[in-house]
């Protein structure tokens, strides 16, 4: 699957941002996703997961109840709806995408993601 992530930009904190991740095949609802971050210096981290059937999703503890990652099969797209935000937000977000056999499996590391978007800036000033 081939991912292009978007919505990234300049905000306050505090503000709200909304990603979207868009996947190019029609096996899209055959896989798992999630949203990592890298910050300037820091290595990639995960922050939101969701399974293949869209009932299970995991939270990384630094953002649970602020983000919100959700799926549209019919539309082939996954988003991250940050609220809140910080400044210890700031990175680049990037997209994943696996074929997942178990439809209710959530994955939070990134050996378990094959397929990539190219990232999308998010800038939090304080």
């Given at each position: 699957?081939?991912?292009?992530a978007s919505g990234g930009?300049?905000?306050q904190a505090g503000d709200s941002l909304r990603l979207t991740c868009a996947?190019?095949?029609?096996?899209?609802n055959m896989h798992r996703m999630a949203w990592f971050?890298?910050?300037p210096g820091k290595e990639r981290e995960f922050v939101a997961a969701i399974s293949r059937n869209g009932y299970n999703t995991h939270y990384a503890d630094s953002v649970k109840d602020r983000f919100t990652i959700s799926r549209n099969n019919a539309e082939n797209t996954f988003t991250?709806?940050?609220?809140?935000?910080?400044?210890?937000d700031t990175a680049?977000?990037?997209c994943a995408s696996n074929?997942?056999?178990?439809p209710e499996v959530v994955?939070?590391?990134p050996d378990e993601y094959h397929d990539w978007g190219q990232g999308t800036l998010v800038t939090v000033s304080s």
């Amino acid at each position: 699957v081939q991912l292009q992530a978007s919505g990234g930009g300049l905000v306050q904190a505090g503000d709200s941002l909304r990603l979207t991740c868009a996947g190019s095949r029609r096996t899209f609802n055959m896989h798992r996703m999630a949203w990592f971050r890298q910050a300037p210096g820091k290595e990639r981290e995960f922050v939101a997961a969701i399974s293949r059937n869209g009932y299970n999703t995991h939270y990384a503890d630094s953002v649970k109840d602020r983000f919100t990652i959700s799926r549209n099969n019919a539309e082939n797209t996954f988003t991250l709806q940050m609220n809140n935000l910080k400044s210890e937000d700031t990175a680049v977000y990037y997209c994943a995408s696996n074929y997942a056999r178990r439809p209710e499996v959530v994955q939070i590391t990134p050996d378990e993601y094959h397929d990539w978007g190219q990232g999308t800036l998010v800038t939090v000033s304080s």
